[in-house]
């Protein structure tokens, strides 16, 4: 069965930590692994990853592929209140599962000031 | 550039009923995704409509069911309501996917309570 688990699933920081949040996957025909931002309702997209050990980075937030091992990371540094969310990690398939996306349960990040 | 809009915001329905939940993509995107988020389950793939047409389906019972018009919105129906379609169902849009991977764009959702 094709799942995706994220750790931890709840997260407390302050302001100013960095944190690094962990997703795996195993499925069958991986064709990207995506990171979403979820506050209230709209989940907002942060990075699609297709190769392995390519970094992507937008500001404070950076995550990085390994198709190898079958996970990825995302990385927020100097974290502010605003970075307050669930954070999704989701992955796509090729073939008969193409356009559905199979989402973790997400890892709830509480920054305190 | 206006983003994914889905409506209503807010449904509340009887057990048995119908719904019809709707959403536009955004403009130039062709693909239109819905996902059921009940609580403690995660997002859960329900429907993507390209082109007017069903390209897959996710393992939901076939009361639940849609359709995209040749602008490209789209309608998510659900017959028949039970208590545990109660959910906030998403919807997402994106380019063409077939040859290549295309990121989703999700709108703010339709919380549906069935009582």
């Known amino acids: 069965e094709d799942k995706v688990v994220q750790s931890p699933l709840s997260l407390v920081v302050h302001e100013g930590d960095t944190v690094t949040l962990n997703c795996s996957y195993e499925?069958?025909?991986?064709?990207?692994l995506l990171w979403y931002k979820q506050e209230k309702k709209a989940p907002t997209f942060l990075f699609m990853l297709?190769?392995?050990?390519i970094e992507k980075k937008s500001g404070r937030l950076s995550s990085i592929l390994d198709k190898k091992e079958l996970f990825s990371i995302l990385n927020i540094t100097a974290t502010q209140t605003g970075d307050s969310a669930v954070y999704l990690c989701?992955?796509?398939?090729?073939?008969?599962?193409?356009?559905?996306?199979?989402f973790g349960k997400g890892t709830k990040l509480s920054v305190k000031p | 550039e206006a983003g994914v809009t889905q409506s209503p915001t807010h449904l509340i329905k009887t057990r048995g009923q119908q719904v019809t939940l709707r959403c536009s993509p955004i403009?130039?995107?062709?693909?239109v995704y819905w996902y059921q988020q009940a609580l403690g389950l995660g997002l859960q793939f329900l429907l993507w409509?390209?082109?007017?047409?069903?390209?897959n389906r996710g393992n939901f019972p076939p009361r639940f069911s849609g359709r995209q018009f040749p602008n490209y919105s789209s309608e998510l129906n659900v017959n028949a309501l039970e208590l545990e379609d109660s959910a906030l169902y998403l919807c997402?849009?994106?380019?063409?996917?077939?040859?290549?991977?295309?990121?989703?764009?999700f709108g703010p959702g339709t919380r549906l309570t069935v009582t």
């Open positions: 997402a849009s994106s380019l063409l996917r077939l040859s290549h991977s295309y990121e989703q764009y």
């Open positions: 499925v069958t025909n991986f064709r990207s």
């Open positions: 297709t190769s392995s050990g």
């Open positions: 989701a992955v796509e398939m090729y073939g008969g599962s193409q356009g559905n996306l199979i």
């Open positions: 403009s130039g995107h062709t693909s």
């Open positions: 409509y390209d082109e007017g047409e069903e390209r």
